[in-house]
């Protein structure tokens, strides 16, 4: 129409997500009356590959093996490659550990700091900080992974902790395991 701002432009090598996986297809260009390319909300909404981590993040957590991955979709579906398990898990993991070191601990005050070491293996060693508030409620505050539970994983969790601003609404009281190393 002579009133339009925008007109189709050809097409453009493009990639979506489909079932888990990435797909190529040509996808349509549309410029501006003036030359500027337009971004597409709907081209752009399909080449977020969240929506699929999360599903593959909830479907970990609940047991379901990566094998069992590819019965999240009906008949028809293509389900998951266990590479495409594995970038996907590391990839939504890494973001969802951003999110917890990247929380601002300022908040709301700490009533009890808990510090637990849990062996992994002969080799890894996680040490936990949880909060308990006010409200009785517990958060992991943090962890710190190293091959012992020792003074130097201790101390980085806490000068993590300390940077990221944990305060207490009173004299702290902190739970220890007995670890002569967390004390």
């Known amino acids: 129409t002579s009133g339009a701002t925008q ?39 399909a080449r977020k590959a969240e929506p699929v981590q999360a599903a593959i993040l909830r479907a970990m957590a609940s047991g379901v093996s990566a094998r069992d991955l590819q019965q999240l979709y ?68 943090d962890f710190e992974v190293g091959s012992t539970e020792s003074y130097e994983v201790s101390r980085a969790l806490l000068e993590r902790l300390d940077r990221r601003g944990v305060r207490f609404g009173g004299r702290p009281l902190c739970l220890l395991d007995g670890s002569t190393v967390l004390k």
């Open 7 to 45: 007109r189709r432009a050809g097409s453009a090598l493009g990639q979506f997500w489909l079932n888990g996986s990435e797909q190529r297809f040509a996808r349509p260009r549309v410029r501006q009356k003036q030359g500027r390319e337009v971004k597409l909300k709907s081209y752009a909404a």
């Open 74 to 141: 009906p008949k028809g579906g293509r389900g998951f490659s266990a590479s495409e398990v594995s970038r996907h898990w590391v990839s939504g993991s890494l973001r969802y550990l951003a999110m917890l070191r990247d929380r601002d601990l300022r908040a709301e005050p700490v009533a009890i700091l808990m510090l637990d070491g849990i062996v992994l293996s002969e080799a890894v060693v996680v040490i936990i900080a949880l909060g308990v508030f006010g409200d009785g409620c517990k958060r992991m505050l």
